[in-house]
């Protein structure tokens, strides 16, 4: 069982940064694909970014690429994800998400594992 706590959330203007943090629990964390979704008010959950259990392969959502960037220290048992030039429409709840495997996807149902959330809000 992996269990997923995600800080580093909050309120930002428009073109700053924030880095939110995942921090997983279990012997396994390092045999798992890691991803970050979010939610913004009043529509579906979507896939943000995600990462391979050996930090090799990353993926990005097209609305984030070259703004985003994940990265995880399997040593800290932790993931990362680093925001950019935030804009108001990255306004969401943030969550952790793992899964048991190689690949990287992007739908929902596939990840076995998540956080509660953190909340982003870029303000313009």
């Known amino acids: 069982q992996v269990q997923l706590v995600e800080s580093g959330g909050g309120l930002v203007q428009a073109g700053g940064s924030l880095r939110l943090s995942c921090a997983a629990s279990g012997r396994t964390f390092s045999t798992y694909a890691m991803g970050w979704f979010r939610q913004a008010p009043g529509k579906e959950r979507e896939f943000v970014a995600g990462i391979s259990w050996v930090g090799s392969s990353t993926y990005y959502a097209d609305s984030v690429k070259g703004r985003v960037t994940i990265s995880r220290d399997n040593a800290e048992n932790t993931v990362y994800l680093q925001m950019n030039s935030l804009k108001p429409e990255d306004t969401a709840v943030y969550y952790c998400?793992?899964?048991?495997?190689?690949?990287?996807?992007?739908?929902?149902?596939?990840?076995?594992?998540w956080g509660k959330g953190t909340l982003v809000t870029a303000s313009s």
């Open positions: 998400a793992a899964r048991s495997g190689v690949s990287i996807l992007t739908t929902i149902n596939p990840w076995q594992h």
